[in-house]
């Protein structure tokens, strides 16, 4: 099977005009980025983690940037939503190559 090319008529499609689940799929990210989740995965089980597990990596690149800032541990952790232990060990990792506080 081709992915067809629905471009002549997404503009005056609705999320409404595809099935459940891609409806609820398409208010948030759009029809056609939908229609190409249903191309790749339609008919397979995906399970899909919480939004801070999908995200843990991105947000412990972030932290030290933060950190470079002038952030302490406890206003990285309040910014973020996690507990400052996390912060700690995310920051204490030798793979951010933190040199000080100050440093760009």
């Known amino acids: 099977m081709y992915e067809i090319d629905f471009s002549p008529v997404i503009k005056e499609s609705q999320p409404d005009d595809l099935p459940r689940p891609y409806n609820d799929i398409?208010?948030?990210i759009g029809i056609e980025n939908a229609l190409?989740?249903?191309f790749h995965f339609g008919g397979t089980y995906q399970y899909l983690p919480?939004?801070?597990k999908a995200t843990i990596t991105l947000l412990k690149r972030l932290m030290p940037?933060?950190?470079k800032?002038?952030?302490d541990?406890?206003?990285i952790a309040r910014k973020f939503g996690v507990?400052?232990?996390l912060v700690r060990v995310s920051l204490s990792d030798n793979k951010y190559n933190l040199q000080s506080k100050g440093a760009k």
Request: charged share 40%; net charge positive; glycine share 4%.
């Open 69 to 71: 800032r002038g952030l």
């Open 36 to 38: 190409k989740l249903a």
């Open 73 to 75: 541990y406890k206003d």
């Open 65 to 67: 940037i933060e950190f």
């Open 50 to 52: 919480k939004y801070s």
């Open 26 to 28: 398409a208010r948030v």
């Open 83 to 85: 507990s400052e232990s």
